[in-house]
């Protein structure tokens, strides 16, 4: 999809705050730092539109941003940063599991790994859940400009193969410096969004 305009139309931490137009919404989520400010820059054709920070744990709200008046990217609080405290990790635990599990519009989860490691447990964790959860998911793993492309096979067999991922989810290495895996992961948003389920 060539993207012309977006909107970054709310910033919500409760239901009754999200929006009503019953168009379809791909959520993305990852731990903080992983690069979903600079995939969501990369697929809307924006420099700096969604916020990317150095200081990891800056996204606290669900944030909607409105794509060509036809689709919703919602960028989801990071996880697995130990500055927040408990209470504010399990608030925001409690607004992304809410969302996640009871949003009939959602039609997807783009999950996001750091491609030069092995995922970590909070990355397990959260594949798992969206497994659990019957959630379709793509698997997308980021700064892949920073490994030789020879090693690049390896490094996502070690993805796959540590997030024991289903073969009904589809994975991809992705870099926002050289925009590869853009179209690909264009055409699985696509596909969910208005193919159905």
């Known amino acids: 999809m060539e993207v012309h305009e977006v909107e970054l139309v709310m910033s919500a931490v409760d239901p009754k705050q999200y929006p009503t137009t019953g168009q379809p919404e791909i959520a993305l989520v990852g731990r903080s730092n992983v690069g979903k400010s600079s995939l969501t820059n990369v697929l809307i054709n924006r420099n700096s539109y969604a916020r990317t920070s150095s200081q990891p744990g800056k996204t606290q709200t669900l944030n909607f941003y409105h794509v060509e008046s036809q689709l919703y990217f919602v ?35 783009i999950s996001l790994v750091d491609g030069r ?14 497994s659990y959860y019957d959630i379709p998911v793509l698997v997308v793993a980021t700064k892949m400009d920073k490994i030789p492309k020879a090693k690049w096979n390896k490094q996502l067999s070690l993805v796959k193969k540590t997030l024991d991922m289903k073969k009904s989810d589809g994975l991809l290495a992705f870099s926002a410096q050289t925009k590869a895996g853009k179209e690909q992961v264009w055409d699985w948003i696509e596909s969910h969004a208005f193919g159905g389920k």
Do not use: F, N
């Open 117 to 130: 490691h092995a995922p970590t447990k909070d990355d397990q964790q959260m594949y798992t859940w969206l």
């Open 75 to 109: 960028d989801v609080p990071g996880y697995g940063y130990a500055k927040v405290s408990k209470a504010e990790r399990e608030k925001w635990g409690q607004m992304i599991e809410t969302y996640l599990t009871s949003r009939e519009t959602l039609r997807g989860v």
